[in-house]
């Protein structure tokens, strides 16, 4: 029931020199609960607008979003957040991070203590509570704002870039965290991303965006997710199928940064 | 203790400088050696290079202490502490003859008649030339030229060896003869024979060199200082007698007499003839007191013949020599180990001038900083740092206001028919208020350290209390930072030095108005600090705290707050700096505690000890001060630059 249902959905920016900006152009979609969504478009198409209008933060110029039927008017702790940078509270360790949603309700302490241990565990950083957060690399932080997001129980999980800032092998990992999680706690998570391949990866469907207006280009329906929760990534990234797709899409989106930049000649 | 170390100064003195001097030589050494390690990196400007290095440290604290212990002359007291007295002797001598010098071309070019002749010529020639300009009347100009035309010839004549006095030469042969005789005795190494038993106690009785204040033990001690002193009393003598002689021979006292005459005549002249008007009578009268001035420089017959003098001037040179010799080793020990100054007698005392009078010895600063560290003494009746015992009651009705008393109900009481008050609920309310009753001391500390202190810790506490609220106000509302930054920009910019006199005025001169210019130097940094804090706080970290369910007071409280506090923490570190500047300032211009108040007084009195011990202690402390501030820095944002 606590399905995401995106009803026409528009946002007009105005900008301080007067010129209206068309961020997202009736966007619709319906997301059961449960799925994994990932979308992806050149700079500028509107994706973390869509986001931020999920998320809350931002309220659209015509046109609702809803979670399980109520209408999303502001942040709240049914939808939870990911950022590229993780966003964490350096001057927090680690466990004060994992558990500040649940100290800033005025949870009970105990049993915010177990809970605690129990997310360190699942996304591998058990024992690492009364470290401090700068101490830690950028695929810890990572995996410590998925703790600090996912110990409040949310209907929804969004992510933005979460893995941009990462090397390649620790994004490898990473991804498989997330699918990891994704299976086990049947989580709808709503994935933002720049990088194809990862779209591929993490996307039961997904969502190619295109810019000016920012609107819905494409919806694909992906069997990759699924794989990589058994299948070694690797190997399902050297599947013809997933060769194929990929050269679709990023041909797709070459075809829309070319006709921002005019079709430059090289 | 303190006495024992203070009376061995001199001895510590000495093994510290061997010791620095050690010091200094193996650092250099050391960081020689290590530099010639490092020849293999050929990265110029790699900032590595520029890390560590504790023998260099070394290295330039001991140059410093070297210096200090050089020019202040206390390497010079530690090795040879008579020096300064005897010294004090020389220069008796020189003062003493330092008159009768100046006629001649000693220190100088010409011989005093020559200067003078060249000097009053010129003047009388002047005023020739400008006679035309005073509008007389014929005859009254021819008068003036005559009275000129004498006074020079009043002046010339006076070189005249036909003119001179008869007695005036022998005299001069006579103060050339004594002066030659006691230049005998200044060689012999026995005069002026043993010291008296009352000489030497009272040689032994006066303090040492800067035992107290800055002064120089005036009487001689040693046998050379013994010999100088009576040699400048003997010279001192022949100095007077020599200047009683004057070449007033009767020649220039008929000519002077004769000037005189005329000037008075031509003045009453003047004022006889009612024709002229006021200004001429004035432009006459002006003319007649320079004609008189001139007389009064020519009449004390201070031009001698030439060569008249010969005797005198041969007899101060062969002493000068015999003075420069006699001082043998003390004049090279003067030379190398007292720069930058000399030591001067005056009419009863001696006293170091140039760098040993502005740049107090170490070791007699550090004695000044234990002297007046005792509390019993302290500074104008106040202690630097101490505590006195401070009733509780008395401390809480400070903090009290007195009104609360009015606010419980009922009267106070009033004395009845008897004359008896009878205290009720209402009225003890008010004694525990005003702290009129009997409570338990505690220590609390004071002094002018402890006020200096509390005055900055009190401005800043407001400062930040008040600042770094209305900065983060300021760094998330748009109406805030447009309302409250011209008011707080207005009045930052200007020097906090510059409102001092205002705010002294209106606030007064005690603590209130110090701590009011404090708080207005450390308000407007805490706001600016705040608010860039609050602006830098990342908008995705405030996203997240949202998501996570986060109230906006908790966001305030639990993101935002932290967020700034590397820039808060670093604008309480600049406010310390600048309140501690400023406060020592403010102190200055008034006030009757405070280092600064120390300062200033010590600086009324020229009592550089004192002043050096004041800027120490400024010093150390805003050292301290900021050495807290950075290990708390490191304590509470390991994370800066990190996040």
């Known amino acids: ?266 | 203790m303190m006495d024992f170390l203070f009376e061995q100064r001199n001895t510590i003195v000495a093994f510290l400088i061997i010791g620095l001097i050690i010091a200094l030589t193996l650092s250099i050494i050391k960081g020689r050696q290590i530099m010639a390690t490092e020849r293999t990196d050929l990265v110029f400007g790699n900032p590595a290079k520029a890390l560590g290095g504790w023998y260099w440290i070394i290295t330039g604290m001991s140059f410093v202490l070297l210096i200090w212990f050089y020019f202040s002359w206390d390497a010079a007291r530690a090795y040879n502490p008579t020096a300064a007295n005897e010294l004090c002797q020389v220069a008796k001598v020189e003062s003493a003859i330092k008159p009768m010098r100046s006629l001649f071309p000693i220190d100088k070019q010409n011989l005093r008649g020559t200067d003078l002749i060249a000097r009053d010529s010129a003047q009388l020639e002047r005023i020739n030339n400008n006679l035309q300009t005073f509008a007389l009347q014929r005859a009254e100009e021819v008068e003036a030229s005559a009275i000129l035309a004498s006074l020079k010839s009043a002046l010339v004549d006076q070189a005249n060896p036909a003119y001179i006095k008869s007695n005036l030469i022998p005299e001069f042969a006579g103060i050339a003869q004594r002066i030659n005789s006691l230049n005998a005795s200044f060689s012999n190494p026995t005069f002026p024979g043993p010291p008296t038993n009352d000489q030497k106690a009272a040689a032994e009785a006066q303090p040492g060199w800067g035992d107290t204040g800055k002064e120089i033990p005036v009487l001689p001690a040693t046998p050379l200082g013994y010999r100088y002193a009576a040699i400048a009393a003997e010279i001192r003598i022949i100095t007077k007698d020599f200047s009683k002689l004057r070449n007033t021979n009767p020649h220039l006292l008929a000519q002077v007499a004769d000037i005189d005459r005329r000037i008075k005549a031509a003045k009453a002249q003047t004022k006889a003839n009612l024709d002229l008007s006021k200004s001429e009578q004035d432009a006459r009268s002006k003319l007649y007191s320079q004609l008189n001035k001139m007389l009064k420089r020519i009449d004390d017959g201070a031009v001698y013949p030439p060569n008249s003098l010969s005797d005198v001037h041969l007899a101060l040179l062969a002493f000068d020599k015999t003075h420069i010799e006699q001082q043998g080793s003390l004049k090279t020990f003067d030379t190398w180990m007292m720069p930058g100054g000399r030591i001067m007698a005056g009419n009863s005392a001696c006293s170091e001038q140039g760098s040993g009078r502005w740049l107090p010895k170490p070791s007699d600063t550090l004695g000044t900083l234990v002297r007046i560290s005792d509390p019993d003494i302290g500074f104008k009746d106040v202690p630097l740092l101490w505590y006195r015992w401070q009733p509780v009651g008395g401390m809480l009705a400070f903090l009290l206001p007195d009104w609360i008393a009015n606010l419980v109900p009922g009267e106070y009481p009033r004395h009845n028919q008897y004359g008896e008050i009878n205290s009720n609920f209402k009225s003890k309310v008010q004694d525990f208020v005003t702290g009129n009753y009997e409570s338990f001391s505690i220590p609390i500390p004071m002094g002018h350290m402890w006020d200096s202190i509390i005055r900055v810790v009190i401005g800043l506490f407001f400062g930040i209390i008040l600042g770094v609220p209305l900065g983060l106000f300021m760094g998330l509302s748009r109406f805030a930072k447009g309302f409250f930054d011209p008011m707080v920009e207005l009045y930052r910019p200007v020097p906090p030095l510059a409102w001092a006199p205002l705010i002294l005025t209106i606030f007064g001169i005690q603590d209130d108005g110090k701590i009011f210019l404090l708080f207005m130097v450390a308000f407007a940094i805490m706001v600016i600090s705040a608010r860039t804090g609050a602006t830098g706080t990342q908008l995705s970290k405030i996203h997240a705290a949202h998501s996570l369910g986060a109230s906006n007071r908790q966001i305030l409280r639990r993101v935002i707050l932290p967020n700034s506090l590397p820039e808060i923490l670093t604008g309480i570190r600049i406010s310390i700096g600048v309140c501690w500047g400023t406060l020592v300032a403010a102190e200055m211009l008034a006030g009757t505690t405070g280092i600064g108040f120390v300062e200033n007084v010590a600086r009324k009195q020229s009592d550089y000890e004192v002043i050096w011990v004041t800027i120490i202690i400024l010093g150390v402390l805003g050292l301290m001060f900021d050495l807290i501030m950075r290990s708390v820095i490191t304590r509470t944002i390991p994370w800066r630059g990190k996040g």
Not at chain 1, 135 to 156: K, V
Not at chain 1, 168 to 196: D, F, N, Y
Not at chain 1, 245 to 261: A, G, K, Q, T
Request: aromatic share 6%; with cysteine; glycine share 10%.
């Open chain 1, 1 to 266: 029931m606590s399905d995401l249902v995106s009803d026409n959905l528009n946002m007009k920016f105005t900008t301080p020199s007067g010129l209206v900006v068309h961020a997202l152009k009736d966007v619709s979609f319906n997301l059961k609960k449960g799925e994994l969504l990932s979308v992806l478009g050149p700079s500028g198409c509107g994706k973390t607008t869509l986001l931020n209008i999920v998320a809350g933060f931002l309220n659209p110029t015509s046109g609702t979003v809803k979670l399980g039927g109520t209408e999303i008017r502001g942040p709240g702790v049914d939808r939870g957040m990911v950022f590229q940078q993780g966003a964490l509270f350096e001057w927090l360790t680690v466990a004060q991070n994992v558990d500040f949603g649940l100290r800033m309700k005025g949870a009970d302490p105990i049993e915010t203590a177990k809970k605690v241990d129990e997310w360190l565990e699942i996304v591998g950083l058990a024992g690492f509570g009364d470290t401090p957060t700068y101490q830690l690399s950028g695929g810890m932080q990572q995996r410590i704002a998925l703790a600090r997001c996912l110990i409040n129980d949310p209907d929804l999980i969004l992510m933005d870039e979460p893995l941009g800032a990462l090397d390649a092998l620790t994004r490898e990992k990473m991804q498989s965290l997330v699918l990891k999680i994704w299976k086990e706690t049947g989580k709808t998570i709503m994935i933002i991303t720049h990088s194809v391949e990862e779209a591929l990866m993490l996307g039961e469907r997904l969502f190619v965006m295109a810019p000016r207006p920012g609107r819905l280009h494409k919806e694909y329906q992906l069997p990759f997710a699924e794989m990589g929760l058994t299948q070694d990534p690797r190997d399902i990234k050297k599947t013809q199928h997933f060769g194929e797709i990929r050269e679709e899409i990023l041909s797709m989106i070459w075809d829309m940064e070319e006709e921002i930049m005019g079709g430059g000649t090289l």
